[in-house]
């Protein structure tokens, strides 16, 4: 492992950060009722995946939408699965207050900042701050082959050879993934080594990469309420320069519920967090949330914002933003590099039918409604599950012989399995025809 980790409070002499140059404790920080996040000089398009809501979002990738091939796709716009599939998937939920959106939102975490804190970074340390960190820092967008979709997220670089840590939800789903280096702008595809749905955290392994400069971690146990922090990412998925947002730790161990689309069971929880009032965004996810001295204790994960056009309109006066502590992201990097898959951590290929999925038995005609299954919604081309004898609109009953009843039970059936395993599917058609068919497991995206 070459990353280093840094089991010493701030209070003690800091070592010099990896690859780049030593930064010493700066102690002029100002008062700061409102810091504007330094972005590059670009103008930023929104994506039409990005949808501003009345509550704490994920900060996913920009244009992100939810899907799991194989268990649960969430359509947005044109996908490859064929299929005569007439309802409409409805990913709005109810926020705080009654108000409704489609870009996850997040409940929770008891501290809230009416103002920015004084002992928060000025502009111009966050920025030498930042300036130390971001050779370790990556760009990463992600597209589906299966609907279409293009994402942006944020990484940090945890060894010379290419090991990137980021957010599961910046990868999943991801067919195709491409990480580009902002110290250099050098860019190499990536494959996914493993992932946690429940930590949200996703370890990427970059393609013939030597020699990169890597982030300096910190001892995430010691962060404490008032510390000085800042976070960096992809703000908007524009790519280039990262951009800064300097801040303040309110609060440790919070704990998240999100309404999340892209997970089978509609909802994301995490527990232990971080909370800041720095102005994550969109496109931050997967950066690093860092101490005065550039070295990493958090990973960017959910933010909202107050009038900037992404998240949701704050009630408060500052910004609030959560991040996964360094230790927790580094056990699960421990965990996949083990190479055996736990409960929570998921390590290698993940196995997909290539069916879609709706949530619904609605949306048919025919004699399903009364069945007791998970029903296709559509087939995601090239895959087996498009060359057998599947339909839409046909009903999945139970998989080598386990009946299935939800989503969420059948995806945790097939996980049990590997690329390659040939599963007999029992299902009934539209026509109320009883039927078993043999689908072979293919290599899929991360859920």
Known sequence: MD???NNESESNEAPEVVHAPGL???SQVSPAPELPRTTPSRRVALPTGVVVTAGLVLVAAIGASGFVIGHY???SGTNSATGNYSETPNFGFQLPGG???SFGNFSGGTATPTTLPANAPSAATAASIAAKVNPGVVDISTTSKYQSTSAAGTGMVLSSNGLVLTNNHVINGATSISV???STGATYSATVLGYSVTNDVALLQLSHASGLATVTTADSSAVSATQPVVAIGNAGGVGGTPSVAPGAV???????????PSNLTGVEKLSNMIQINADIQPGDSGGPLVNTRGQVI?????GSTSGSGFGYQSSTAATQGYAIPINTALSVVHTIQSGTSTASVHV???PILGIEISATLSGFEGSTSNIAGVQIAGLATGTPAASSSLAAGDVITAINGQSVTSPTQLSAIVQKYAPGDTLTLSYTTLSGTSSTVKVTLIPGPAL
């Open 24 to 26: 010493e404790e700066d």
């Open 3 to 5: 990353w280093t980790t």
């Open 250 to 260: 309110i609060a440790t161990n919070q704990s998240l519920t999100a309404s999340d």
């Open 298 to 302: 958090g990973m960017d994960t959910a």
């Open 73 to 75: 796709m969430g359509r």
């Open 99 to 101: 108000a409704s959106g």
């Open 348 to 350: 290698g290929a993940t």
């Open 180 to 182: 580009r280096l902002v």
